[in-house]
């Protein structure tokens, strides 16, 4: 399965509201998690299950989506969230990344 | 606290063989899937591997199917990635991962713990 991200960059300005899209090439329910990583550091688990917060993670971050179609919106963006944004497909063995978005401040 | 620390990186030629560890601690290790994902410079996440808490399911990503092995050893709670033919396209930062379950403890929903990785480049 192929999961395509867009964009694979955008500039935004503090208070923005930020939108990340995953398409994946065939159906994968709501077996798609989202990550953010910043410079050097490991990958963050946000969202699992496209939509459920992991624990600690700011109410600002939300997913949705199912089937193939799947959003991460920031509601109102934050200095510690400029990063690089990735979802993940964990429906089926070989799970795939997508292409990363990298969040920047305008 | 969850620790993933993974040593075994370095520089190797062309074709030649390399092997990583992992040292899991804080958690029950022999109940858990456990992953290796990479990182190339300046570039994505790349998934390559899953071994499943008992040893016995193992999946790979295309790209190193056939010549890398995953295994583990839950007296010891390590995880392994044995890497053959290294190519110079395999250069990366390596990190295992553990799985997060649901509730039934059967469905993997994804990573949650990360180690910081170690460097592998494959150069001649």
């Known amino acids: 399965i192929q999961v395509s991200q867009s964009p694979s960059s955008l500039s935004a300005s503090v208070g923005d509201r930020v939108t990340i899209t995953c398409r994946a090439s065939q159906g994968i329910s709501s077996y798609l998690a989202w990550y953010q990583q910043k410079a050097g550091k490991a990958p963050k688990f946000l969202i699992y299950a496209a939509s459920t917060l992991q624990s600690g993670v700011p109410s600002r971050f939300s997913g949705s989506g199912s089937g193939t179609d799947f959003t991460l919106t920031i509601s109102s963006l934050q200095p510690e969230d400029f990063a690089t944004y990735y979802c993940l497909q964990v429906n089926i063995y070989p799970w795939t990344f997508g292409q990363g978005t990298k969040v920047e401040i305008k | 606290q969850v620790q993933l620390v993974e040593s075994g990186g370095g520089v190797v030629q062309p074709g030649r063989s390399l092997r990583l560890s992992c040292a899991a601690s804080?958690?029950?290790?022999?109940?858990?899937?456990v992953h290796w994902v990479r990182q190339a410079p300046g570039k994505g996440l790349e998934w390559l591997a899953v071994i499943s808490y008992d040893g016995r399911n193992k999946f790979y990503a295309d790209s190193v199917k056939g010549r890398f092995t995953i295994s583990r050893d839950n007296s010891k709670n390590t995880l392994d990635l044995q890497m053959d033919s290294l190519r110079t396209e395999d250069t990366a930062v390596y990190s295992c991962?553990?799985?997060?379950?649901?509730?039934?403890?059967?469905?993997?929903?994804?990573?949650?713990?990360w180690g910081q990785g170690t460097l592998v480049t494959v150069s001649s």
């Open positions: 991962a553990k799985g997060y379950y649901d509730s039934s403890g059967v469905t993997a929903l994804g990573l949650d713990h």
């Open positions: 804080g958690f029950t290790f022999n109940k858990y899937g």
